[in-house]
């Protein structure tokens, strides 16, 4: 399995992330008999993009090459933080191998409008009021 580097990404952009597969030797995976599988977890591990979602591309099936994409809709309601991608492969004999992992940075998007603070302000209740002597 391959730890791929840091990625940043925004939410609310669509998201296309190219990807090379690679066997235990190095060489390109054949992704040309199998299913490929894509998920993104929060900092808890649970999944917060449905597969539904993701489209998985094969763009060169002999190299090993292939394309994830996550529309901007479904991006834009991730929060801002750190996230774990992991992708897996089913091939033609049914096993099962997770082929690459690695961390995510999301920036928020910067076009929701962000909720306004509400700050209240207390009255002060007559025990937390001192009054001074000669003072009005």
Known sequence: MITHSA???IAGDDWEIAGTLL???GAPYDLSVGTLLWTLLNDRF???IEPADVVITITDAANGKCTIGIPAAVTTKLG???YTDA???VDGNSITSTLW???YYIGADPF???QPVVHKIREPSAGNVV???GVA
Do not use: C, N, W
């Open 23 to 25: 066997d235990e030797t």
């Open 131 to 133: 009054r001074l002597r």
């Open 46 to 48: 649970e999944a917060v």
């Open 101 to 103: 992992e690695g961390q």
């Open 80 to 82: 801002a933080g750190r």
């Open 112 to 114: 929701i409008a962000p």
């Open 7 to 9: 990625v940043t990404l």
């Open 87 to 89: 992708l897996r492969i």
